[in-house]
């Protein structure tokens, strides 16, 4: 079983930056990948992007390609979406998901998801 607890949601103007954590517990030496997600008001679910647990490396969304940086600190089991030059349609609940085994097909593990609002 892993745990994720989002946190760093709020207000921000556009223009400006905030940074969001996902906290893991449990299992995590088991998780693959992990990523993050966000869901506008009335709009799907979409990709930020993810990071590889061990690798380091990540992917992103082209959305947020050059703006959004995903990065781990292993040591605390935590994930976090640098998010910088916001726009007011970056407003969402972001949401991150972790594979819990490499088998996992799919991202089986969510957090509760963390609001972001950005104001023009």
């Known amino acids: 079983q892993v745990q994720l607890v989002e946190s760093g949601g709020g207000l921000v103007q556009a223009g400006g930056s905030m940074r969001l954590s996902c906290a893991a517990s449990g299992r995590t030496s088991l998780i693959p990948d992990l990523a993050w997600f966000r869901q506008a008001p009335g709009k799907e679910r979409e990709f930020v992007g993810n990071i590889k647990w061990r690798a380091g490396t990540s992917t992103y969304a082209a959305s947020v390609k050059g703006r959004f940086t995903i990065s781990i600190d292993s040591a605390r089991d935590t994930v976090y979406l640098q998010m910088t030059k916001l726009m007011p349609e970056d407003t969402a609940l972001y949401y991150c998901?972790?594979?819990?085994?490499?088998?996992?097909?799919?991202?089986?593990?969510w957090g509760q998801g963390t609001r972001v609002t950005v104001a023009s």
């Open positions: 998901a972790a594979r819990t085994s490499i088998s996992a097909t799919s991202f089986d593990s």
